[in-house]
Structures are given as structure tokens and as C-alpha cells.
């Protein structure tokens, strides 16, 4: 796919975004806008995946874990128009009934959620046990996680960050969407995260930096990521982003991790983003 | 029942048979350990199948994680460590990733309840069948010897969803037969009765196996169930036995609150009130001492049974 044909994918979803969080007037259109664009060149350009039958297996396909779950909206949407389920069915998030809950999960049976997240911590160590079902099935396909970088702060991070290395999880590609940014505020100030690279590094993993809303800087770097898998190190992608991206008052600040625009605000911001695909 | 006593083992050796067998008839069962291998004796499945036994390290949140994301693809993991890691330390991994995601993952808790002895209260988890009942989709075992456990491990790989196998450290008594097929959610008869319900799990059940014969001479004859399966409780077997007896007393090596006495006044409130003790640990932690001498003083053993017996069939009068 052109980087034209990702990047009119990437406005329609950040679109569905607004919409949706604007539609039930709750969920987190921040973190979402931001890393609309590394999820949208996964999921229609990257990944070897088989949308139109969904097996929950993921066997002879790459995976792809969503850890920082609430920003569901940016997954559901991609899920949508890749056609795991129909794009109407946006309309139903976060409402009662839905299979599109306030975070993913798998009771309801959604095609593409293979395990509920929302609890922060715990997306790095499902990748890696589901990478190691890979390597023991000899399916030679990638295993992709997102996290959040506020989610680093949990310990249970830099349990599997230990484990992946020592083991030789060499199909793994981990991505953190590093916005800096987190409810409460800057993570400079809330829980600085000191030299994340440094430390993935230290850990044992091979760590490579992008720009996480440049369309074309995310499809050569998650080219080259999987170009170098199976080489005896896992690989972790620091993606520089911009909480809020397409949407100018969302960009800068935190205020919008969790907050719904108003009718105002929401047309504002629709008016920012072409419509590409045509709103669901 | 035949209550001679084949030899003493302990159960979580019952677990190492078991799951060297689960991982012999099926290629897909997998097992993970965070760094208590021997403890849990998982040795030999390691050892037989070393491609499909993963050492996690002290990293118990990342091991059940781990697991929940390898049987995403039809693998039937199994994780070891103390039922005190295995539970409170990871129930948010459990709760989001293992129960609500309904992963056929089998949490194999070791080294339960004050039988742990000496290692003290840190250890000694009394918590965790409250704590795993709790989850909706999971399944709580907790079965009451060697050849139980054994049998129940093997069910526990056969059966499709999460499982929480509760087992223990000491050496007891080992009466069940070898190789019975175990049924979940189906109580185990092991003496019929008339006069009052003995309901008990795990090692409290060679307990009350023991307050028989004291009961028969005092004119009480006792029936005794074992719920080795906590969650789904046989309610059929429970109410069924109880219409008869009219009065319960229920023996386990955990909590009163969130165990197995708990589960069955439950049914027994709602469907047939009756006048019911529990001999179970009363809202206080363990200690440090051996293995009888824990029972004992958290009245815990065979004469608290008959004392729990003598009261209820009193109450009933």
C-alpha cells in the first residue's frame, strides 16, 4: 500500500475516533489520535494477517496485542475498516450490549481482540507467551505488541523485558507509543522514565527509534523490525509521538487522555480530518 | 470407600505425576515455573519435555501472562508455584487475562493452607479457593491426596477453560484408588450416613476419614462427601445428601470466609436451612510450626470434626 493510500486510512480512522468517543461522550481520544497512524501501517500495510477469517489462534499469522487498552477506539476503528466486523458497529461503543466494551475483551466475541486489556503491565508478557507458541508450533510469523509509555512504570514491564532477551525472543516486536504524556500529567513529572532506550538496551533487546506519526518513518522502521527478526534478540520500537495528533487542541497537553469532546469541539475537530473512506 | 492407607505422599508429588502424564498424552501441554521447580515437582515433565517447559524465573505476574498468551494458540499451560503466589500475587493477571478472557490456562498452586509449616504465615495462603471462587469461568480444585491429585491434574489438562488446582508440601495419607477417573464438579461419596453431613476438601478430609470411627462409637453414624471441586459445586450431591441428614459440618484448611463452607451454607440458605458448624481457620493468619502441630492449633484436626459433629447433631435435637 502507497504511504498515501496508509495516511487517507489513518485520517477516516481518526475520524471514527472523534465520532465515537463523541458519540457516548466518553473514552480517550488522545493516546488514540497519536498512535493511529503505527497501528493503521500494521494492521493495512506490515502485518500478514487473515482479517476476513478470524481465528483466535493467530496460527500462520502475525499477532498483534493491544496493551494499553483503553484507547480501544483507535483499535476498534482499524479492526472495522480492515474488516474484522462491520464499520456500523462503531457506532455501538462503550453503549450497553456492545461488543465494542470501554476496553477490549473477548466475551463479547469481537473478531480481532484475542485477549481483554485494560489493566496496564500485563500486554508485554502475552506477547511474549504467545511469540513462544510461534516458535514452538514453527510458525514463522511476528508477534506485535503496543504499549503505553506511562504503562512502563509498572513492574510487570520490565519482568518480561527481562525474560524476552534471556530467552531468545527473537519474533517478538514490541512498540511503546512514547507520547510522554499520561493522565496525570507529563511523564517527565508524574514517574520519569529516565532513558527508556538505554534501558530496553541494558535488558538485551535491540532498540530502534521512529518518528510514530510520520507515515513513511513507520513503514520503513517496521519493515526493517521485521527484516531483522530471528536474529536472537527481541526488538522494541520507541515510537515518538504526539498525544492528540490531527486534531490541533488535542495536541500539547494531557487533558485530553480521557476526556470527550463536546459538540462544538467535535465538529472542530472533524473539520480537521478528511473524511477518506466515508464515516460509518 | 476403602480408607486403608496405600502409603504417605505428598499431594504436589501427585501434581508432578500428573502432569508428566497430562504432558505424555497430549503434545500440547506446556508448563511454566517461576523458580520453584523442585518445590512443586515439575522436574520430571521438565526434564522429559525440556522444549516445552519454561523457567520463568521470580516473575509470577509475567508467567501467568505468558500463559494466558500460549494458549491462545492451543496450548495447555500449566504454572507452578506456591498457591500464595499463584493467587494473590497475580489476581489481576488471572482476573483480566486468564478468567475474563477465559484462557485455558491451569494455575497449579502448591504448598496451600498452614500445612506449609515452618515458612510461617507469609506463605501459609488461606485465602486463595475464596479468591479463585470468586472469578466467574474459573474452576477451583482442590483435591485430598496423592492419587487424587494425580487424577485430578490429568482432568484438569482434558478439560477446556481456566483451572485453579489447590495442592499442598506434607506427606498424608493416600487411600483413593490409583488411576480413578477424575470427574469435576461430581463429589466423591466416601461414606454414606444418616445422622449429620461431613463436607470436606483437601487434606481435612483424612481428617474427617478419621472422626468416622470415633463418631460410630458414640452412636453418630456420619456421612462423608469430599468436594474435591469447589467451583462448580455438586449442589445435587450437596442437597441431596443434607435432605437426609438435616445437618452439616464442613472441614477445610482455609478461611471460613470465601471457602468451601462458605459455598455450601450458600446453597444450603437458599434451598434447605439447617443447623451447620464449619471447622476452618477463623479470620486470623498462620504461624510458624510443623504441619500437625498448625492443625492443631487452629483447630484444624480430627477432634475439632467431632466436637464441630457433636454440636451440630446437637443443635438439631
Redesign the interface.
Known amino acids: 500500500m502507497t504511504i498515501n493510500e496508509l495516511e487517507r486510512i489513518a485520517s477516516q480512522v481518526r475520524r471514527d475516533i472523534i465520532r465515537m468517543v463523541h458519540g457516548c461522550q466518553s473514552g480517550h481520544p488522545g493516546g488514540s489520535l497519536g498512535a493511529t497512524d503505527i497501528v493503521t501501517a500494521l494492521y493495512f500495510d506490515q502485518m500478514q494477517i487473515d482479517s476476513a477469517n478470524f481465528r ?4 500462520g499469522e502475525d ?1 498483534f ?1 493491544l496493551s494499553n487498552g483503553h484507547i480501544s477506539p483507535m483499535f476498534y476503528s482499524i479492526l472495522a475498516r480492515r474488516g474484522y466486523f462491520p464499520v456500523k458497529e462503531l457506532a455501538t461503543f462503550r453503549r450497553l450490549g456492545t461488543r465494542l466494551q470501554g476496553h477490549p ?3 463479547e466475541g469481537l473478531p480481532g481482540v ?6 496496564l ?3 508485554l ?10 516458535r ?2 514453527g ?1 514463522k510469523h511476528l508477534v506485535f505488541v503496543l504499549m503505553g509509555d506511562g504503562e512502563q512504570e509498572e ?2 514491564i520490565w ?2 523485558a ?2 524476552a532477551p ?2 531468545g525472543v527473537d519474533n517478538l516486536i514490541a512498540i511503546v507509543d512514547y507520547n510522554k504524556k499520561q493522565i496525570d500529567g507529563p511523564t517527565d513529572d508524574v514517574l520519569n522514565l529516565g532513558d527508556l532506550r538505554a534501558k530496553y538496551e541494558a535488558f538485551g533487546w535491540n532498540v530502534l527509534e521512529m518518528s510514530g506519526n510520520n507515515m513513511q518513518a513507520v513503514v520503513n522502521t517496521l519493515k526493517f523490525a521485521r527484516e531483522n527478526a530471528f536474529q536472537g534478540a527481541p526488538q522494541l520500537i520507541l515510537a515518538h509521538t504526539e498525544m492528540g495528533m490531527g486534531v490541533d487542541f488535542m495536541m500539547g497537553t494531557h487533558k485530553w487522555h480521557g476526556s470527550a469532546p463536546n459538540d462544538e469541539q467535535a465538529a472542530n475537530a472533524l473539520s480537521q480530518l478528511e473524511e477518506t473512506l466515508g464515516d460509518y | 470407600m476403602d480408607f486403608t492407607i496405600q502409603n504417605n505422599k505428598d499431594t504436589r508429588s501427585g501434581f508432578g505425576e500428573g502432569l508428566l502424564e497430562a504432558g505424555r498424552r497430549n503434545p500440547k501441554v ?1 508448563a511454566f515455573c517461576a523458580d520453584l521447580t523442585g518445590s512443586l515437582k515439575m522436574g520430571d515433565f521438565a526434564k522429559e519435555f525440556p ?2 517447559f ?1 523457567q ?2 521470580i ?1 509470577e ?15 495447555v ?1 500449566f504454572t507452578g508455584t506456591f498457591a500464595a503466589f499463584s493467587t494473590g500475587r497475580v489476581y ?2 488471572i ?3 486468564v478468567a ?4 485455558n490456562v491451569k494455575i497449579a498452586a502448591s504448598h496451600a493452607g498452614v500445612t506449609l509449616g515452618e515458612d510461617g504465615a507469609t506463605h501459609q495462603i488461606l485465602e486463595d479457593i475464596g479468591l479463585m471462587k470468586m472469578l466467574p469461568n474459573m474452576t477451583v480444585i482442590v483435591p485430598c491426596d496423592f492419587n487424587q491429585t494425580k487424577n485430578a491434574t490429568i482432568a484438569a489438562a482434558e478439560y477446556d477453560g481456566p483451572v485453579y488446582l489447590r495442592f499442598g508440601r506434607p506427606k498424608v495419607p493416600n487411600f483413593t484408588p490409583v488411576d480413578e477417573k477424575f470427574v469435576i464438579g461430581k463429589a466423591q461419596m466416601l461414606q454414606e450416613g444418616t445422622d449429620v453431613t461431613i463436607f470436606a476438601c483437601g487434606h481435612l478430609v483424612w481428617k474427617a476419614v478419621q472422626a468416622l470411627p470415633i463418631l460410630k462409637e458414640m452412636g453418630i453414624n456420619a456421612e462423608l462427601i469430599n468436594i474435591h471441586t469447589i467451583k462448580p459445586l455438586d449442589v445435587e450431591a450437596v442437597l441431596k445428601s443434607v435432605k437426609k441428614t438435616r445437618c452439616v459440618v464442613t472441614a477445610e484448611e482455609h478461611q471460613r470466609n470465601g471457602g468451601l463452607g462458605d459455598s455450601i451454607a450458600q446453597v444450603l440458605a437458599t434451598n434447605m436451612p439447617c443447623p451447620m458448624e464449619m471447622v476452618a481457620v477463623n479470620d486470623v493468619f498462620g504461624q510458624s510450626g510443623t504441619p500437625d502441630e498448625l492443625l492443631k492449633a487452629y483447630h484444624l484436626d480430627t477432634p475439632d470434626i467431632v466436637e464441630a459433629v457433636k454440636k451440630v447433631v446437637g443443635r438439631k435435637q
Open positions: 483466535m489462534d493467530g496460527n499477532m496485542f475483551t473477548t466475551a484475542r485477549i481483554a486489556s485494560g489493566s503491565g500485563q500486554g508478557s502475552v506477547a511474549v507467551g504467545a511469540a513462544q507458541a510461534k514452538l508450533n510458525d513492574g510487570q519482568e518480561a527481562m525474560y534471556a530467552k | 506446556v522444549e516445552r519454561f520463568t524465573g516473575a505476574a509475567n508467567m501467568i501472562n505468558m500463559a494466558a498468551g500460549m494458549a491462545l494458540s492451543g496450548f499451560p489481576d493477571q482476573r483480566q487475562s475474563y478472557s477465559n484462557k
